[in-house]
């Protein structure tokens, strides 16, 4: 079996994804946030496929090249509720479920088989959940602030122009994290991409 290999400590991570972006439906939702959310870039916005960790850029492009040689087509999603992710009591990702999203698991799966043996990492066997991350909650958030995060995240169940929105994806690219962070810029670089048919 293909163990994990050993990498140097902090080294930014990698993962193989589907670009969403700045989408208008993600802005919609983010303006009811309460204070202490915190929106991702834009450019940081994926469906996460294959997450590779911190495996060097020659392994982190052979994943990508590996997962970009499938017969990829563009798909389609229907968003859902947004809920927590993370542990259980110190949850700081707030993501959107993906619905109707056969085609997007089906895509996780291939995807993190083949970029798993390319970057010679140990392979993922958790069953595949298709999410959006928008937004982050500081991890040291109080109970109240926790609480109207959920709150904000409920409200989305009986949204109607929410829950009826489709996404498309049609786009796989290869991001890594930045080294250094700068406040109000992407965390992460886009380093390949290619174009679904």
Request: hydrophobic share 45%.
């Given at each position: ?6 990498v140097p400590r902090g080294r ?6 589907l670009v969403v972006g700045d ?175």
């Amino acid at each position: 079996m293909t163990q994990r290999s050993e990498v140097p400590r902090g080294r930014p991570s990698s993962f193989v994804a589907l670009v969403v972006g700045d989408a208008p439906w993600r802005r919609a939702l983010l303006e009811g946030r309460p204070p202490r959310v915190r929106a991702l870039h834009p450019d940081d916005v994926h469906v996460t496929l294959a997450f590779l960790g911190g495996v060097s850029p020659e392994r982190a492009r052979a994943a990508f090249d590996a997962a970009a040689a499938l017969p990829l087509r563009a798909m389609e999603a229907r968003l859902g509720a947004i809920e927590p992710r993370g542990h259980e009591a110190r949850w700081t990702a707030l993501s959107v479920l993906l619905e109707d999203a056969h085609a997007v698991a089906d895509a996780m799966t291939r995807v993190r088989d083949v970029a798993s043996a390319a970057a010679e990492i140990a392979p993922e066997h958790r069953a595949p959940l298709p999410h959006v991350t928008i937004a982050r909650l500081h991890a040291k958030a109080s109970p109240t602030e926790r609480a109207a995060a959920l709150a904000w995240a409920q409200r989305t169940r009986g949204d109607r122009a929410h829950t009826e929105t489709r996404l498309r994806l049609d786009r796989l690219a290869l991001y890594t994290g930045r080294a250094v962070k700068e406040a109000g810029a992407p965390a992460y670089d886009v380093i390949a991409e290619r174009r679904l048919p």
